[in-house]
């Protein structure tokens, strides 16, 4: 635990601020803690910024500031100010569970925003479900968890391929090869596009799943030339990405006739590949960094404007940035009255918020959010050019490959028959 | 047909990459028997101050290599002066020592160079894949086989045709006789050792453009530059050799026939019972290190 003086101090400060101001606060009717006080919100800030996973949740807790700094500028909640608490959970699980359980009894923070990779955030879900507190998770990830402890604003499987997957078939055909990285995220994710594939008729000639850091592909490329596929489906993560696009251009296979096909690609790995590498190959998203929106516009520009003129934004940023506004106008909601998290979450639901991406909304049915999936062609540059858009915001389906389990409010229920 | 002589060019190319990367720890430890634990730190180093000449004077990756070779064979000397010399009696700390060294620089260009991946382009003549007959290949891998064999011959020809091989291996048969015949022993592994770090220096420039460039890249050379070497025999050039030619021949099939999970798994237990057979290897000189 890390119940240090610290921590000791703030919290004596916060009564001394409570008593001088003859508590002008809200009472927590469930559990009689003081969730805000003194006309201040507290939530929690909780991505590493050291560590393995520091480069992107680096950029997610710069979203996550810009976005409380914007809010205070323009007044704050119902007359309230929100106080970012920022901890550094150093790309550990086991610190992020520690820091998770300070902000969350120590700091008393009604909502706590955090998390990239899906092991840190299996790491702090009992913390919120025993205290029944409220995380809010911007990465897109693998489905097949229903907490009511979380609101998720990231992609699930059902929204990045649903329309990806027949648009790969319908342009380049139906032979996919699966590549991913050795964990869970790509397994479930290849689980879906196999139920696809096999809707459309199509075939997976391949299925390969390389350790973590994997930096030789030559195995994998010379299955690739054998089988020949028309798609190279990759779930591929962090520095392998990188490995794996430059040796597919010096084996000199061809984009044009089998692209790579990508859920996990961004501008971050690209400017690390160099572009001429990316050039040619997709990506599906809700969000790119070239999205033309005047809402994007203005959240670029402001990102960088911020951060550093050279600093990208990313399809994880992006709702890092966006569930803040939600959580915004859940308090505002409520009136800035009996601000518990149980009530924030209910407050959440069905909350519409104008994103970067477009309008999106958070699900009733399961606090993941609805999103507007688009296709993006990497350009030699850096950038992806969108060349899909969803007509319409698509629904979130956390157990879209498990017919006889559904995600309701109240957590996972099994379907009878 | 085509599959075979797939399969042979892809084994040989892991091999090629193997060879390079553990060359200079076959040098290192087979010859002064320090156990260099920072030598993926050196690969490290090699890939980023390419990164660096690149990004700073715009240099191509080849003009680079004798540069890089020096500048990470410096900051071998460097390390070899102030901490390795120290410890030639005592072996086992070199251990404790070398990996120090490694958090060390590991955290040294974490914090000045950042903790992004950097990007190192590829000479342009050999982005595109070459035609031979009806196999194509890739022009870098090719180049990298063939940088991999050329100093694997200068580093033979330095050992055993010229007068500092010849010191050095008099020193590596019994180190105090040697000096009795006045050699100067602690130059003589203050330069194996730069030799060493300058050689990993350049296995990570070659590296650096087919894969990727990260202040953590090491950890993964080290462990196959140390399969190899542990199973090759620690002071055989041949079994350095033979080694990561059956290792990269056993990954590229076994990563054919299951995949690249279970072919590393294979191979790691290979060794390990190749080990337990043949405890100095597969080829050995039997020395006595005085």
């Not at chain 1, 606060?25 to 006309?39: D, N």
């Not at chain 1, 990313?314 to 149980?342: I, R």
């Not at chain 1, 999103?371 to 319409?392: C, H, M, R, T």
């Not at chain 2, 002066?81 to 086992?92: G, N």
């Amino acid at each position: 635990m890390s119940s240090t003086r610290r921590t000791f101090l703030k919290s004596a400060a916060a009564v001394g601020g409570l008593a001088g101001a003859g508590f002008p606060h809200i009472w927590s009717k469930t559990s009689g803690l003081a969730w805000a006080a003194g006309g201040e919100i507290k939530v929690g800030v909780l991505y590493s910024l050291t560590g393995t996973t520091a480069i992107i949740e680096t950029s997610l807790n710069q979203a996550t500031l810009m976005a409380i700094e914007e809010i205070n500028a323009a007044g704050g909640i119902a007359g309230m100010k929100v106080v970012p608490i920022v901890e550094d959970p150093a790309s550990d699980p086991a610190t992020f569970s520690q820091k998770a359980k300070k902000l969350v009894i120590g700091d008393k923070c009604v909502s706590v925003f955090g998390s990239y990779t899906s092991a840190s955030r299996k790491a702090v879900l009992p913390v919120f479900e025993k205290y029944d507190n409220l995380y809010w998770y911007p990465t897109l990830y693998e489905g097949r968890e229903c907490s009511k402890n979380v609101i998720y604003t990231g992609a699930v499987p059902n929204q990045q391929q649903k329309d990806f997957v027949p648009w790969l078939v319908k342009t380049f055909g139906k032979k996919f090869y699966l590549i991913g990285s050795n964990y869970i995220y790509p397994k479930e994710e290849n689980n879906v596009c196999k139920i696809l594939l096999k809707q459309l008729g199509g075939e997976v000639v391949g299925e390969e799943y390389v350790p973590l850091g994997h930096s030789e592909f030559s195995t994998v490329i010379g299955k690739i030339k054998d089988t020949k596929p028309n798609v190279i489906f990759s779930t591929v993560v962090g520095d392998s990405v990188v490995a794996l696009h430059r040796q597919y251009k010096a084996a000199g296979l061809n984009p044009a006739t089998m692209p790579m096909a990508s859920l996990t690609t961004s501008e971050e790995e690209i400017a690390a590949m160099g572009g001429e590498f990316a050039a040619g190959h997709f990506t599906s998203a809700p969000y790119f960094m070239s999205t033309d929106t005047p809402e994007n516009h203005k959240f670029v520009e402001d990102f960088q404007k911020r951060w550093g003129k050279d600093k990208t934004t990313n399809f994880v940023s992006e709702p890092a940035y966006f569930q803040v506004k939600l959580f915004k106008q859940a308090v505002e909601k409520l009136g800035g009255k009996d601000l518990t998290p149980p009530a924030i979450r209910k407050a959440a639901w069905n909350q519409e918020y104008k994103a970067p991406e477009g309008l999106v909304k958070v699900d009733p049915d399961n606090s993941h959010t609805y999103l507007w999936p688009k296709i993006g062609e990497a350009q030699a540059n850096g950038q992806f050019k969108v060349i899909e858009q969803s007509k319409e915001w698509v629904k979130p389906l956390p157990y879209w490959a498990y017919p006889g389990q559904l995600c309701t409010p109240d957590g996972l229920v099994e379907k009878k028959g | 047909m085509s599959t075979v002589i797939s399969q042979i060019s892809v084994g040989l190319s892991i091999a090629s990459i193997l060879l390079l990367v553990s060359l200079g720890l076959a040098i290192i430890y087979g010859t002064m028997g320090v156990i260099n634990l920072a030598h993926g730190e050196f690969v490290m180093l090699g890939a980023y101050s390419v990164w660096f000449l690149q990004s700073l004077f715009g240099l191509n990756l080849i003009t680079c290599l004798p540069i890089v070779f020096v500048l990470v064979g410096v900051v071998g000397l460097l390390i070899e002066w102030l901490l390795i010399r120290h410890l030639y009696t005592r072996p086992l700390d070199t251990i404790l020592a070398t990996w120090g060294v490694g958090v060390i620089l590991q955290q040294a260009i974490r914090l000045s160079a950042g903790a992004e991946l950097r990007y190192v382009k590829m000479p342009d003549f050999l982005t595109n894949p070459v035609h031979i007959g009806f196999y194509e290949e890739s022009a870098y891998r090719i180049f990298i086989f063939f940088i991999a064999f050329s100093l694997l011959v200068i580093t033979y020809l330095l050992i055993f045709h010229t007068e500092y091989g010849m010191r050095l291996r008099a020193i590596t048969q019994n180190r105090e006789i040697a000096r009795c015949f006045g050699i100067n022993a602690g130059r003589i592994y203050a330069l194996t050792f730069a030799y060493g770090a300058g050689l990993a220096g350049i296995a990570g420039a070659l590296v650096s453009p087919l894969k990727s460039v990260a202040p953590d890249m090491g950890t993964n050379y080290v462990v196959d530059a140390f399969l190899v070497v542990v199973m090759g025999g620690v002071q055989s050039l041949l079994g350095t050799i033979a080694s990561s030619y059956l290792i990269g021949q056993a990954s590229g099939v076994l990563g054919f026939l299951t995949n690249d999970t279970m072919a590393k798994a294979i191979v790691f237990l290979g060794v390990v019972v190749l080990i337990r057979l043949f405890p100095q290897g597969l080829f050995t000189m039997r020395v006595n290190r005085g």
